[in-house]
Nanobody
């Protein structure tokens, strides 16, 4: 069974940091582009960042550029989202998703492209 599991969420003060992990089971992430999305209460689903299957090409939404970093460790079948300088408006449930795109050095943060989704992890930024 193909499964993605997010972890690393929690409560953090403004200006703090968290690292989210997205670990796959039942399949290898080597041939997949991976993206992070988030959804805050009362707001639309938002694409945050993605990383391509090949060459590790990354893309970031303007709202997180310079603060968040996405990376992948294929040996651990895991993708990370390092979040620094967190703001209250970053509060949301964060989801990772996988898109089968072997040998492609590009990715997109458009939800319709992704076929496998995790259950999400809550991130709360508050003092």
């Amino acid at each position: 069974q193909l499964q993605l599991v997010e972890s690393g969420g929690g409560l953090v003060q403004p200006g703090g940091s968290l690292r989210l992990s997205c670990t796959a089971s039942g399949f290898t992430l080597d041939y997949y582009a991976i993206a992070w999305f988030r959804q805050a209460p009362g707001k639309e689903h938002e694409g945050v960042s993605c990383i391509s299957s090949t060459d590790g090409v990354t893309y970031y939404a303007d709202s997180v550029k310079g603060r968040f970093t996405i990376s992948r460790d294929n040996a651990k079948n895991t993708v990370y989202l390092q979040m620094n300088a967190l703001k209250p408006e970053d509060t949301a449930v964060y989801f990772c998703a996988a898109d089968y795109t072997p040998l492609q050095a590009m990715c997109f943060i458009r939800g319709s492209k992704y076929s496998h989704w995790g259950q999400g992890t809550q991130v709360t930024v508050s003092s």
